[in-house]
């Protein structure tokens, strides 16, 4: 492929900006509070969740009514938020509805703030660390907590670290879903060395795709919503 037809494929767009325009002009937002949330990190700009990854997300829980989700990456809470606010809508058990955990300290306390600035600091409760060391914590806590769905938005080179991870706390009918995992188009240009910036995680995101679809463990399906997402359901055994 030459330099022109790789340029002409990676975008931000993986399908292309017709659909994707007319797939956006159907979102709406979850709240007023969270709609103003997100054109603000939209203009900052903070990488949340896009505005086609929300409407699947939204359709895709009122199927599986999950009761309890995990995250890795928070970031601002955006995400954190909208999915205790869809569990609200079908679930009125008290507690905590969605754990999230987030790396970096400043992202940590931000999202604190906009998460009780919103009011929803009793429905997701936060965990400041990596990823799969975070799960572990959460195990060390409660062994027998369990999430009905899992949703992995953080660094892509650690996804199957994180995929592993997440299968010790998933629920018997729990579904993991990953974003991003066509970033940008590129783990679809094979035969080409991606550019230094985005090397890692392409090349990262390409040895995952395929793995999630070869183990044998899963039944799994990569979707060309947003910048990418892919649906991984653990196999009965
Ligand atoms: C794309 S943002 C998350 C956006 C959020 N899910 C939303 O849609 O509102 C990714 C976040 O993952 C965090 N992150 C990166 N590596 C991580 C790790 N190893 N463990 C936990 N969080 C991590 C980053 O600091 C960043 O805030």
């Not at 300290?105 to 703030?113: M, V």
């Amino acid at each position: 492929m030459s330099d022109l037809n790789v340029m002409r494929h990676v975008t931000k767009d993986i399908t292309n900006e017709a659909v994707t325009d007319y797939l956006v002009s159907f979102y709406r937002p979850p709240t007023p509070e969270l709609g103003d949330l997100r054109e603000n990190c939209e203009k900052e700009p903070v990488p949340i969740i896009l505005r086609e990854t929300k409407d699947f997300l939204s359709t895709f829980m009122e199927i599986l009514k999950p009761k309890r989700v995990l995250e890795i990456g928070t970031a601002v809470g955006y995400s954190s938020m909208f999915f205790a606010e869809k569990i609200r809508q079908y679930n009125d058990i008290e507690g905590y509805s969605v754990y999230t955990i987030e790396k970096d300290d400043d992202a940590f306390i931000r999202a604190g703030n906009e998460i009780k600035k919103l009011g929803y600091d009793k429905a997701v409760r936060q965990f400041l660390g990596d990823g799969e060391e975070c799960i572990e914590d959460i195990i060390k806590d409660d062994g027998s907590v369990r999430f009905d769905m899992i949703f992995i938005d953080a660094a892509k080179s650690h996804y199957k670290r994180f995929l592993e991870a997440s299968l010790k706390v998933l629920s018997d009918d729990g579904v993991i879903i990953c974003d991003d995992t066509l970033f940008q188009g590129r783990p679809a240009l094979e035969g080409e060395i991606p550019p230094r910036k985005h090397r890692t995680n392409t090349l990262a995101l390409r040895e995952f795709n395929e793995f999630v679809m070869t183990d044998t463990r899963f039944s799994s399906t990569h979707t060309a919503i947003g910048n990418g997402l892919t649906i991984i359901k653990p196999k009965k055994r």
